[in-house]
């Protein structure tokens, strides 16, 4: 059975800094690209972050580049999302999830499990 457990939200001011991890089980974890997805209230699901199985590809949505930073342990099978530089916009549910292959897409209907979401909160 494929899992996906997210953890590491809360609440933090602005400027502040959170490291979300994502413990992955049930699948061969180095052949897949994991993603990192977010929805804000009242907001359709968006993109964050991408990682390919080999963690050398990656992708940032525009508004996040230069303040987080995706990576991966394969030993752990584990994935971060370090966040720095934390925007009240920043504030929503986030979630991995693990795509179907091992290059990333930016596309949800890409990624076949996901995890069940850890909250972010920025407060101004």
């Known amino acids: 059975e494929v899992q996906l457990q997210a953890s590491g939200g809360g609440l933090v001011q602005a400027g502040g800094s959170l490291r979300l991890s994502c413990e992955a089980s049930g699948f061969t974890f180095d052949d897949y690209a994991i993603g990192w997805f977010r929805q804000a209230p009242g907001k359709e699901r968006e993109a964050v972050s991408c990682i390919g199985s080999d963690g050398s590809n990656t992708y940032y949505r525009d508004s996040v580049k230069g303040r987080f930073t995706m990576s991966r342990s394969d030993d752990k099978k584990t994935v971060y999302l370090q966040m720095n530089s934390l925007k009240p916009e920043d504030t929503a549910l986030y979630y991995c999830?693990?795509?179907?292959?091992?290059?990333?897409?930016?596309?949800?209907?890409?990624?076949?499990?996901w995890g069940q979401g850890t909250l972010v909160t920025v407060s101004s």
């Open positions: 999830a693990v795509a179907r292959k091992s290059f990333y897409s930016v596309h949800q209907m890409e990624y076949a499990y």
